[in-house]
């Protein structure tokens, strides 16, 4: 038959039977539409704005994007792949049909499988999409599983793969060093290959970030525009790309770096890829971070729908510097404010090796009874005397050169055979081998000792502050050697979920040198990440807004601290500081006893106050309004509540000049039609702000805002150069 018949006669065929081999995946705004005709190609035809079912019959008349949905390398496929492999005669192809689908409802969730097979070779990949009812957020995985009679090997493995219809698409993306993480970038999507990845080993979201955004109508706006989201749910190295060619079709691809990683699938062997989160809003950036909030809040982060707890950590307050007095005061300090746990950050352990700074004991996790004769149990005591709960740090994945755990096992830690180790923090620091089960076992029995002599603690600060500086396990085989990262973070996927099944109600948090673990891989099992060992009020304007992009506030670990600052000696006032704080999950990292008691009020109300709006904060929808990035002299943000009776907006003055002339603020998410009371938090000011107290509609606010004031009435001196408000508003 010659091609144009074949054209008519398929026209014709999907004229009859408009949606043959078609699935529709949808969330309740969201639609995902496959083409699954059994023995071809599944193809991906359509993601966005939820579809009819008429339009989505009628979709394939309209131009779609036709790709191969999980496209393999070797034929027909000039560009980039989501898998390629080595099969076990050494071929280098790969082709995928459909062999059959299923989809099954899990309640809140519907998971659609489909099953293709290479029809030359017993290997398979079911490609795997979980669709939420109450949240729009697909999530996509596959399963690759191979059935020949020898080992293949894999040498890409994306976790997914989506067209975006070229025009005018903008790339949002997070990157940053220690101490400046989460910074925004945008950026047009050019023709060429944008990647952005990860080799850290053990910490992925320090410098580039595995969630990115796109918008589709040009330059990113905030409260509209359609935009696409992506999150890899992954805690290892991971590669982000989009490939831009000949097309009118951007090409993004997700899944873990294959780079020195190549993957071997023994006979029955079935490799499963970490979700790719996909979503999508007409609402602009901050519609897309609201159903990245919501999807994390119900279904990836732990105790998502929980009020976290007010905290004082020491680390700031003393650094090693622990002793039991020193604990017990700060314990009281912080129950003074009305603050509800108290942190012993790092310098707690060590017998032969004491830990007074960072270069000897991780691992050696046993009290420093000459710093806490009473123990962990003794702290406990006194928490409790203070009506504090007590929290403790760790690092459990890492050891040094100079502990009692790295003489006795030098076998335990990553290193290649013939090399001397290479050393992190404080010159000695190595990284446990977490795929060695042994290793593994350490760990769940590091926490289990811990929890098991102190049932009582209610949080544990969990560290990684080291890079993977050497390749090589001294666990696995030669010819697996280059599974070692994916080892690692299955290792440590293990020692989580074992200590979660556990002690599911403990919190803990996800720190790697500040930032690093901010990612949707390890947030199942962790209720929190520290946004930055930088708590520079100004700087983390920027990077809170940043992580915000794709985290809830609940998750946002957000501390006042001292002046100047420890990182960059920045001196900010304590209103300021406050505000910023009360803008995440708040707590403090000073030492109290170094306040004056003025400050210590403002504190303590400060923690009232955030008691008020903590539900608000932590479990509402974000609007951000102006951004830091924007070069205005402001920042600008909001949280509703759901049923947008409450709401809480944040004004930060970034730049300070005379004469400068900064812009009106627009609120959003408000209901139009409700009265909102204006009520001034952590107020300063010797006389209240002109509207305290009034009513506007919500209308009004979000049609024309209010002029908030450029700088605060205080008495001369107390005057400066930084102003900043928040205010609670509740409908009438
Ligand atoms: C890392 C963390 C800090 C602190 C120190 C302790 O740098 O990011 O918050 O816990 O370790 O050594």
């Not at 050169?401 to 404080?426: A, N, Q």
């Amino acid at each position: 038959m010659k091609r144009k018949s074949i054209v008519a006669l398929i026209t014709l065929v999907a004229a009859l039977y408009p949606a043959f081999g078609q699935i529709h995946i949808s969330t309740s705004g969201m639609s995902l539409l496959l083409d699954a005709e059994k023995g071809c190609n599944l193809k991906i035809l359509y993601f966005g704005d939820r579809l009819s079912s008429s339009d989505a019959e009628n979709i394939m008349f309209s131009g779609t994007a036709d790709r191969n949905a999980y496209p393999p390398y070797g034929l027909d496929c000039p560009s980039e792949a989501a898998l390629a492999v080595i099969h076990s005669d050494g071929s280098l192809a790969t082709e995928l049909k459909v062999e059959d689908t299923s989809t099954a409802d899990n309640g809140n969730s519907s998971v659609t499988k489909i099953r293709l097979k290479d029809p030359e070779y017993p290997f398979y990949v079911t490609v795997c999409y979980r669709a939420y009812k109450d949240v729009d957020m697909i999530e996509t995985w596959t399963e690759i599983e191979n059935r020949e009679k020898k080992s293949v090997v894999l040498t890409e493995f994306a976790s997914g793969f989506l067209p975006i219809r070229r025009g005018n698409v903008w790339l949002c993306h997070l990157h940053g060093a220690w101490a400046n993480e989460g910074n925004v970038v945008q950026e047009p999507v050019l023709p060429g290959m944008k990647i952005i990845k990860n080799k850290d080993g053990v910490r992925n979201s320090q410098t580039s970030h595995a969630e990115v955004m796109f918008s589709l109508d040009g330059k990113p706006m905030e409260n509209s525009g359609r935009v696409i989201g992506a999150a890899l749910c992954y805690s290892g190295n991971y590669e982000l790309k989009i490939d831009t060619g000949d097309t009118d079709w951007h090409f993004f691809f997700a899944g873990i770096n294959p780079d020195n990683s190549s993957l071997k699938l023994a006979p029955k062997e079935v490799f499963k890829t970490p979700e790719l989160a996909l979503t999508y809003s007409d609402e602009g950036l901050s519609g897309v971070s609201r159903n990245f909030h919501k999807w994390a809040r119900n279904y990836r982060l732990a105790h998502g729908n929980t009020l976290r707890k007010i905290l004082l950590n020491s680390w700031e307050g003393v650094y090693f510097d622990i002793d039991e007095n020193k604990m017990d005061r700060m314990m009281a300090d912080i129950a003074s404010m009305g603050g509800e746990l108290f942190v012993m950050d790092d310098g707690w352990f060590g017998v032969k090796y004491p830990r007074n700074q960072d270069d000897c004991a991780l691992g050696d996790w046993v009290v420093d009874s000459k710093k806490l004769p009473g123990g962990i149990s003794g702290l406990i005591g006194m928490a409790k005397k203070h009506g504090i709960d007590f929290g403790i740090w760790i690092e459990p994945e890492m050891t040094n050169k100079i502990s009692e755990l790295y003489e006795t096992h030098p076998d335990w830690i990553l290193k290649s055979p013939l090399r001397e180790p290479v050393y992190g923090r404080g010159g000695t620091q190595l990284v446990l081998d977490l795929a060695n089960p042994e290793v593994q076992d350490f760990i769940v029995g590091t926490v289990d000792a811990l929890m098991t002599e102190n049932p009582d603690i209610d949080y544990i600060k969990w560290d990684a502050n080291m890079s993977v500086m050497n390749h090589g396990s001294q666990y696995l085989p030669d010819d697996r050697q280059s599974e070692m990262y994916i080892e690692y973070h299955r290792g440590f996927e293990k020692i989580c979920s074992r200590i979660r099944t556990k002690y599911p109600d403990l919190t803990i948090q996800a720190c790697a040198s500040g930032g690093g673990r901010a990612n949707y891989g390890v947030l199942p099992w962790f209720d929190e990440f520290w946004v930055s060992d930088n708590t520079d009020a100004l700087q983390r304007i920027y990077m809170q807004w940043g992580a915000s992009y794709f985290f809830p506030a609940i998750a946002m670990a957000s501390h006042i601290s001292a002046v100047p600052n420890h990182q960059t000696y920045r001196t900010v006032p304590l209103k300021y500081r406050i505000d910023v704080a009360m803008s995440g999950r708040l707590g403090m990292e000073i030492q109290p006893r170094n306040m004056t008691e003025e400050e210590i009020d403002l504190c303590r109300n400060a923690i009232a106050e955030y008691k008020i709006i903590r539900p608000v904060v932590q479990f509402g929808d974000i609007y951000r309004l102006v951004s830091p990035y924007d070069g205005l002299g402001l920042a600008s943000m909001m949280y509703c509540s759901p049923d947008k009776d409450k709401a809480v907006f944040y004004w930060w003055k970034t730049e300070h000049f005379r004469d400068e002339h900064l812009p009106r603020v627009r609120m959003a998410g408000l209901d139009p039609d409700a009265e909102y009371s204006i009520q001034e938090l952590n107020r300063i000011d010797t006389v209240p702000l002109p509207f305290e107290g009034k009513t506007f509609s919500g209308r009004f606010l979000m049609e024309t805002g209010l002029e908030i004031p450029y700088t605060h009435t205080v008495a001369s001196e107390d005057r400066n150069d930084w102003s900043s408000r928040v205010l609670y508003l509740v409908a009438k």
